[in-house]
C-alpha cells in the first residue's frame, strides 16, 4: 500500500524528524492534532490540523478530538470494497494510510503521582481507539503504536518507495493489540490495587520483555523474562548474562533474604531449593556458617546477603566457586575483589523495588493465582503446648527455622542450630523422609555434642509420631510445626516423655 | 448521578427487558444503534437511532456508527466543569449518563471458524471505544460492559431512585477495562498463535474466574483458578471441591499421563512430584505396580490414568485413601463404585482440551516466559555410549525411566524395572543425594534379586562419578543421562569397566 495520507497523534514526540523528513519526501499529506501539529509545524514541515480537517473542533480540554467519522471512516475503510469508497466519496471523507500514535503516559503517571485525578485524567481514549482501527484493517493501513517503531517503518518505506507490505502490517497490528491490551492491563491493575481488590472476575497480567534468554530451563526451550513495571527489575553489575534457572534461583533468594532480620543474613540456593541460610551480627561467620551446612551444593550455588558486603566476605567468597552474588550494596574495596572473577554475576539488591502480593503459575489453559505467603511471624502466632519451656535464645531459634522451612519445598523438615541452618530434608512426598534427609545432612556435615540445642521446623503437621521420634532420637531438643494432626496429642505425650519442647504454629506453609 | 440518557449498543442482547422496562419506568431516554435499536423496538420500548442522534449515517457496513463527537463528548464531558457544559451546549451535545455496550464476539468467533478475513471483521473498535471513555469519566457516568452486570445495575437504580452511587460506577469502570484489556489480550494473542511468535516485545495473559478457591497453598493466602479460555479447564464429575494444591497436582499428573504410550500408564501424584508411574498393557497391574514404588506416599495423593478405567480398578481403587481419581473416561461400573466415597475426587480428563505451549510464573514483578518442556523422544535423541548394548526391551525401560524422570524436580534420579518406576530422589541440591533416596526408596518398598534389570535415569549429568558408582552398586545395570560433565569420559570408563550400560540423551531436563 502507497501511503498517501497519515495522521499523527502522540503523546510522546520523540524522534520524530527523521519519519517527517521522509514522509515530507514522500509527499505523504500530514493531518495532526494539538501539540503534535505545533511541534511538527515547528519541526518545518507541512501539517493540517484535525480539527480542520474534521470540520469539528478540539473540546472538553483535548478529551474529544480524533473520535470522529471522519477520521474512523478514513482508517476503517476497505480500500477494496467498491461500497466503501463510494460512501467514503459521498460523505467527502478521505482514506487515512499510516496512523502513528502513542498514548497518555499511564504508567509514568502511576510512578510520579499518588493524585487519583491525574491518573484518571491520563487514561487516553482516542489513541487506542485509532490505534485499534488501524490494527483492525492492516489489510490496508499501516499503525505505528510505539516510538521504537519508527526506524523500522522508515526501512521499510525505503525498501519499497513508499509502499509497507502486507506481513509489515500484520507485524506493526500485533503489536499495536499488544500496546492497547497492555495498556488497559495497567488501567485495570491500577483500580485493583487501588480498590484492593485483586480476585476480579477476569485478571489481566502482562509485561514488557527485558530480555530474551539463552533458553529455558533447558537449552530446547526458548525462554525470556518479562517486567510488568516499564523496568528492569534485577541490578546486575558484572559477570556473565543470567540464565533463566540464575533468575528463578535468584529471586528465591532474594525471598529468603527479604524475610531476614535485616543487615544480618546470608542465603544459598541451589536449584531453587536452599541449602544453607545464617543470621550473625558477625557477616563473615553468617557466611561461614551459611556454606557449611552443606559446602557441596554451595559449590555453584548462588548466595544472597541482605547487608553490604565488605573486603573481607569478598576475600572469603573469592575462595569458593559461585555463581551468582546478590547484595545490598557493596563496598568498593569488595566490588573490585569480585570483579576480578569475570564470569561471576554480581547484583545489587539495593535500589531494587520488590512488590510481592500475587504469584501466579501458568500451565495448560488455567492460571493458578493467589497471595503470596509474606505473612510476618511474631510470637503470638506461637504456641507452646510441651511442659517445657523453650529459652529466648531457643524460641528465636525456632522461630528462625520456620522461616527457612516455609521457603523450601513441601514436605520440609528444616534443622538449625545458633541461628545457623544446620540439615533440609524438602520436597519428599513422606514427611518421614524429608526428617531422615536432614538428619543425614547433618550428620554429613557437622560435628554434633549431646547438649547442642539443636531445633527442627515442619512446613505441615506431623501425621504420625514416627518423624518426631527420627528427630528427637538424633539430638533435636525443641521442634516447631503447624498443629492440626489427629495425632497431636500423642505427638504433644511423646515431647512431655522425652523432655522435648515442642511449639504449635497457627500457619501453615506448603511451598511447591 | 440521575441517568436521563442512556446509550445501549449490544453484541449480545440476551436479558435486556427487564433493565429496559426499569430504566423505561425512570424515564430514561435511550439511544442504540442498527441490531441493538431493531431488538429494543420489538421489545415495545421507545429508542433513537444512533444515527438520527448524531446526524450521521452508519457506514462502511457498520464499521463506523458510533465513533462520533456527539457521542464521545456527551460520554466524557465532566458534569461539574462549566467550559465542558458550555461546548456541549454550542455544539448542541448531550450527556449521556449510562452506556450498555458489549463487543462483537472475538473469542467466540475463534472457536467456530478458522477463517483469518472472518476472525479479523469481529474486532469490535465502536464498543471498546465508549466503554473505555465512560469509564474514564466514571466519576459522572455508569458503564455496563457485560450483561452479567444488568442485575447489580438493576438493584442498584433501584436502591437508589434512578442514581447509581461513585462507588458503584468505579467498580463497573474497573470492570470495564478489565473488559476491553482481556479483548485486546485475546485479539494479541490470536496474532502471536497466527504469526507462531509467542516471545513479542510486550506480552499479556488474561484469564476468567472459574472459581475464588477456599484458599491457596496455605489456608492463610487467598486463591483462585482462572482460565485463559471462556471455559472450565477441568470436568470434575464428582466429589468435594477442589482445592488450590489439589489443582497443582493434577496438572503435572496430566501432563505425565500424557506423556506416556496412550492407554496404558498409570501416575501417583504426591506434592506435586511423581511417586509411583507404571505402564502396562493390564491396566490393574499397572495401578498396582504404581502404587508399589511407595504405597506410604500414594495414600492420600492423586492417581492419573491416561486410559478409560473399569470395575476392577475402581473396586482396588476403593481399597485405598487417595484425594482425586483422574481418567480418561469411566466404565458405568466403575464410576458407581467410586461415587460411593462422597468426597473423593474424580476428573474426567476424555474431553479435556489441553494445550501447554507455554508456562509462565510470576513474582515480584517479574513473569518468566518459556516453552514447555514437550518434546517428544526418539531413539534418535539416544545413544549408547558403553560397549554393552542394551536390548530393546531395556532401551524402552530406560526410556521410560527418563521421560519420568524429567517430571520430577531437579535434580532428579529415577530408578525403573519393567516399565514401572521403583524409586525416586527429587528436589535435592546435590544428585549424589538424590541417587541415594531413590536407591533408599527402592530397598524399602522391592525385592531386589541381583539378576533384576533396574535402570536410572537422571535429569542432567553427573557432574562426578559417585553417583553412577552408588547406583551401580546398588544394583543398576543401566544409566540414561545428558551428557555435558568435563567428567564424561571417566563416567563411560567406569560403565564399561562394570558392564554397565550407559546412554547419553541430547536433551537435559532440569523442571524447578
Redesign the interface.
Known amino acids: 500500500m502507497k501511503i498517501n495520507t497519515a495522521l499523527i497523534s502522540v503523546y510522546d514526540k520523540k524522534n520524530l524528524k527523521q519519519l517527517l523528513k521522509l514522509l515530507n519526501g514522500l509527499k505523504v499529506n500530514l493531518i495532526s492534532s494539538g501539540g503534535t501539529y505545533k511541534k511538527i509545524r515547528k519541526l518545518g514541515f507541512k501539517c493540517q490540523e484535525i480539527s480542520n480537517f474534521t470540520g469539528?473542533s478540539e473540546?472538553?480540554?483535548g478529551?474529544?478530538k480524533t473520535?470522529?467519522?471522519k477520521?474512523?471512516?478514513g482508517i476503517?475503510?476497505?480500500r477494496n470494497n467498491k461500497?466503501?469508497s463510494k460512501?467514503l466519496k459521498k460523505?467527502k471523507y478521505k482514506e487515512i494510510d499510516l496512523v502513528v500514535v502513542n498514548f497518555y503516559p499511564f504508567e509514568e503517571t502511576l510512578k510520579k503521582t499518588k493524585n487519583h485525578t491525574k491518573i484518571?485524567e491520563n487514561?487516553d481514549?482516542g489513541g487506542?481507539?485509532m490505534a485499534?482501527?488501524a490494527?483492525?484493517n492492516y489489510?490496508f493501513v499501516t499503525v505505528i503504536s510505539n516510538p521504537n517503531q519508527y526506524n523500522k517503518l522508515i526501512h521499510e518505506l525505503k525498501k519499497n518507495n513508499g509502499k509497507t507490505s502486507e506481513n509489515f502490517r500484520?507485524?506493526l497490528?500485533?503489536?499495536a493489540?499488544?500496546?492497547?491490551?497492555?495498556?488497559?492491563?495497567s488501567?485495570?491493575n491500577y483500580?485493583?490495587r487501588n480498590?484492593n481488590?485483586?480476585?476480579?472476575?477476569?485478571?489481566?497480567?502482562?509485561?514488557?520483555?527485558?530480555e530474551?534468554l539463552r533458553y529455558?530451563?533447558?537449552?530446547?526451550?526458548?525462554?525470556?523474562?518479562?517486567?510488568?513495571?516499564n523496568e528492569e527489575?534485577?541490578n546486575q553489575i558484572g559477570g556473565k548474562k543470567l540464565s533463566?534457572?540464575n533468575?528463578?534461583d535468584i529471586?528465591s533468594a532474594?525471598?529468603i533474604s527479604k524475610s531476614l532480620p535485616n543487615n544480618l543474613g546470608t542465603v544459598i540456593i541451589?536449584?531453587?531449593?536452599p541449602?544453607g541460610v545464617s543470621i550473625d551480627k558477625n557477616k563473615l561467620l553468617s557466611l561461614k556458617n551459611a556454606i557449611s551446612c552443606?559446602p557441596?551444593?554451595a559449590y555453584g550455588?548462588i548466595i544472597s546477603f541482605n547487608f553490604k558486603i565488605n573486603k573481607k566476605i569478598a576475600l572469603e567468597l573469592n575462595k569458593i566457586f559461585i555463581e551468582v552474588i546478590i547484595s545490598k550494596g557493596f563496598e568498593k574495596d569488595a566490588i573490585r575483589i569480585l570483579k576480578k572473577k569475570k564470569n561471576l554475576r554480581i547484583i545489587d539488591s539495593k535500589h531494587m523495588?520488590?512488590?510481592?502480593e500475587?504469584?501466579?503459575?501458568?500451565?495448560?489453559?488455567?492460571?493458578?493465582?493467589?497471595?503470596?505467603?509474606i505473612?510476618k511471624f511474631t510470637k503470638s502466632n506461637f504456641k507452646v503446648v510441651s511442659k517445657k519451656q523453650p529459652t529466648k535464645k531457643l524460641f528465636n531459634n525456632l522461630i528462625f527455622a520456620f522461616n527457612v522451612c516455609r521457603f523450601a519445598?513441601?514436605?520440609a523438615i528444616v534443622l538449625a542450630k545458633d541461628n545457623s541452618i544446620i540439615g533440609i530434608g524438602?520436597?519428599?512426598?513422606?514427611r518421614?523422609?524429608s526428617c531422615?534427609?536432614a538428619i543425614?545432612?547433618m550428620r554429613k556435615f557437622q560435628k554434633i555434642n549431646y547438649e547442642d540445642e539443636i531445633v527442627a521446623a515442619s512446613d505441615a503437621f506431623f501425621p504420625f509420631v514416627d518423624g518426631v521420634e527420627t528427630l528427637v532420637q538424633s539430638g533435636v531438643k525443641a521442634i516447631i510445626q503447624p498443629s492440626g494432626s489427629i495425632r497431636d496429642k500423642e505427638i504433644i505425650k511423646f515431647a512431655n516423655d522425652t523432655g522435648t519442647i515442642l511449639i504449635f504454629s497457627k500457619?501453615?506453609?506448603?511451598?511447591?
Open positions: 469539528s473540546i472538553l480540554e478529551r474529544v473520535l470522529h467519522p477520521i474512523h471512516a476503517l475503510s476497505k461500497l466503501h460512501q460523505n484518571i487514561i481514549i487506542p481507539a485499534r482501527a490494527a483492525k489489510k500484520k507485524q497490528s500485533l503489536e493489540f499488544l500496546e492497547t491490551g497492555c495498556y488497559d492491563s488501567v485495570s483500580f485493583c480498590s481488590n485483586y480476585f476480579t472476575k477476569k485478571k489481566i497480567f502482562h509485561g514488557n520483555l527485558i530474551n529455558g530451563e533447558n537449552p530446547h526451550q526458548k525462554g525470556a523474562i518479562y517486567s510488568s513495571k527489575n534485577i533463566y534457572n533468575l528463578n529471586y532474594i525471598l541451589k536449584h531453587s531449593n541449602c552443606d557441596v551444593s550455588g523495588n520488590f512488590n510481592n500475587i504469584n501466579t503459575s501458568q500451565i495448560f489453559n488455567s492460571i493458578l493465582l493467589q497471595e503470596a505467603d505473612k519445598k513441601s514436605n524438602s520436597g519428599q512426598p513422606s518421614l523422609d531422615k534427609i543425614d545432612k500457619t501453615r506453609h506448603f511451598k511447591h
